[in-house]
């Protein structure tokens, strides 16, 4: 639902003294500043193998980045999506604002950046929208996805050092999204 915010529970939320004492598989992409965003696209997953991918990282929260919370897979579209990863601890946030089917308004997007980095600040956090590959296969790879020629570059201009992409097959990757030529 456009507009609605959702905001984990406490329950996911760490005190400040616990944060720093956690140990999980994302210490190690933990930068200075304590933040770091993972992206992911849901593609043709089942709601269990996607579940298996956010786990396997860390992740607490997701921040939807369609324009539209709506998917041809019924279990990614919005409320069901969020009772799924609701009844699994993993909170949940539709943020249209960073869609990337037309061109945001500036200041929506920078409230949505705003509040991307401030989610991120308090827990392991993902950007989902659909493209499961964040690069195209060509010879000279561009950006497949607004997560990485849109909302990335952007995200890294608020000080979040370290993007980490979520592969399909489980395993992550890193790159200079700037580098990656892209239409956003």
Known sequence: MA?????APARWRWPAGDRNNRRSRTESHRNVSGADIYTIGHGRHDFGYFLELLNGHGVKFVCDVRSVARS??????GMVLRELLTENGIGYEHLPECGGRTKPKPDDLAWGVDRIVEISSEVA???MCSESHPLSRHKIPRANCHRIGLL????RAKGIDRIIHILPDGRSTEFDESAVPSIW
Not at 72 to 77: E, G, I, K, Q
Not at 152 to 155: E, S, Y
């Open 125 to 127: 956090t993902v950007l």
């Open 152 to 155: 990335a570059p952007l995200i």
């Open 3 to 7: 507009g609605q915010r959702f905001l």
């Open 72 to 77: 041809r897979w019924p279990h990614f579209n």
